[in-house]
Each structure stands twice: as C-alpha cells, then as structure tokens.
C-alpha cells in the first residue's frame, strides 16, 4: 500500500463527455503527478502540481487540466473526450518534489 | 530527445533462477532513475533507484547497475519467485527539465514453477 488513493477505479464516458479523476496522496506529500497509461504501453506524464500550483505540464493538449487543494489532493479533468483517451490514469506523491514517486492504483477510463 | 527503451518484451524465467532485465536511455542529462514493478490491475510499484553519481546498487533481491557509457540501466531479480511475475518499468528523470518521469515501453516477467 503506498498510501495514494484515486476514485473511481472504473468508469465509461461517451465520447465528447467531460469526466473528472481523484486522487488523493500519500499523507504529507505536497507534490501529485498525472500520468496516463494506455494499455501494454508505460506511463506518459500528463503534468505536475506542487503546493496548489502546475509546475510542469507534458505534451497533452488543454483539454487536460487540473486541480491541487490546500490539503494536497488533486484533481485530473479531461474535457471532450475523445476515443484515444482511453487509458489508465495514475496519480502519483512524493514530497518536495522529490525522487520518489509513489503511485496509486488507477482509474481505467472507457470512451465509447 | 528523452526516450527510454527495454530490450526485451517478455522475459520468462524458472523459479528460483536470477532475472535480468535491460532498459536503455538515450539522454546522457539523465540524473536519476527508477526501476517499477506494475502487476495486473495495480499501480506501479517503487522497487529501486539510483542516481547518475552511481553505477552499482543494492536492495532486498534487486540490483540495479547503471552504466553511463552506453546509457544502459539493468535489474536483476535474485532467487525469482512467482511474486515476481509481473510488468516491469524503468523510468528516468532530467532533473533540469523538472519532475516528470519517463518511462520505457515495460518487459514483462513470467515465472515458471
């Protein structure tokens, strides 16, 4: 158990929906990460946010955006949901910033 | 550009032998990397890490070597037990180019009884 917990496990959105992922982190990790793993491949980083605030972003476009809260969940939407979308998304904390990265089980996300 | 890359796809192994699993890096401003472990339906799973500044470490079963002249990042498993069948991940970061991890394709560890 790593301690970061994302809801929901599952879930079926149609395309052009708008869905919303949570993820909250380890106890005391100020730092989350989003990553997006489509299946039989690794994980792609989506961005990061540190204490409230985006602070690197990876190559997805603006309809992936996010949210940070003063006790260090964290919020991934995803805007007009296209089929490609389809993936497992996973959160991951460490503290700081720091080297260790720490990940949640996922929520697999379905576009019918 | 950053790329991180797995030899093999499959790796299968008889119990109670050691497994290697390779992973190549193309950036040399590479600093830290990490090898993961994602079993079916989970998360990944932090297994070891190591910094540039290092080439040999050392945890319960696992060493990681790094060797900085090819850009080659290897994982050994000791005494390979069927918990050990699983996905498994190397992932580097750029500390320069901020946090985010990236990670290789993955090989996946069968463990034959």
């Known amino acids: 158990e790593t301690g970061v917990t994302q809801s929901p496990t599952h879930l079926i959105k149609t395309r052009g929906q708008q869905v919303t992922l949570r993820c909250s982190s380890q106890s005391g990790h100020n730092t989350v990460s989003w990553y997006q793993q489509a299946l039989g491949q690794g994980p792609q980083f989506i961005f990061q946010?540190?204490?409230?605030?985006?602070?690197g972003r990876g190559n997805f476009p603006p309809r992936f955006s996010g949210l940070q809260f003063p006790n260090y969940s964290s919020e991934l939407n995803v805007n007009a949901l296209e089929l490609d979308d389809s993936a497992l998304y996973l959160c991951?904390?460490?503290?700081?910033?720091?080297?260790?990265?720490?990940f949640g089980e996922g929520s697999w996300l379905t576009v019918v | 550009g950053e790329s991180v890359g797995l030899h093999l796809p499959t790796l299968s192994v008889q119990e109670g032998d050691n497994s290697i699993i390779n992973c190549a890096y193309s950036n040399s401003a590479s600093d830290y990397f990490i090898w993961y472990k994602q079993e079916s339906g989970k998360g990944p799973q932090f297994i070891i890490d190591?910094?540039?500044?290092?080439d040999k470490r050392q945890g319960q079963r696992v060493t990681v070597l790094l060797n900085k002249t090819v850009k080659h990042l290897s994982l050994q498993i000791a005494a390979t037990q069927p918990g050990d069948s699983a996905v498994y991940f190397c992932?580097?970061?750029?500390?320069?180019?901020?946090?985010?991890?990236?990670f290789g394709g993955g090989t996946r560890v069968l463990v034959k009884p």
């Open positions: 991951a904390s460490s503290l700081n910033g720091g080297q260790v990265y720490y």
């Open positions: 190591i910094r540039s500044n290092m």
């Open positions: 992932a580097e970061r750029v500390t320069a180019a901020g946090n985010k991890l990236t």
């Open positions: 946010y540190y204490r409230e605030e985006e602070n």
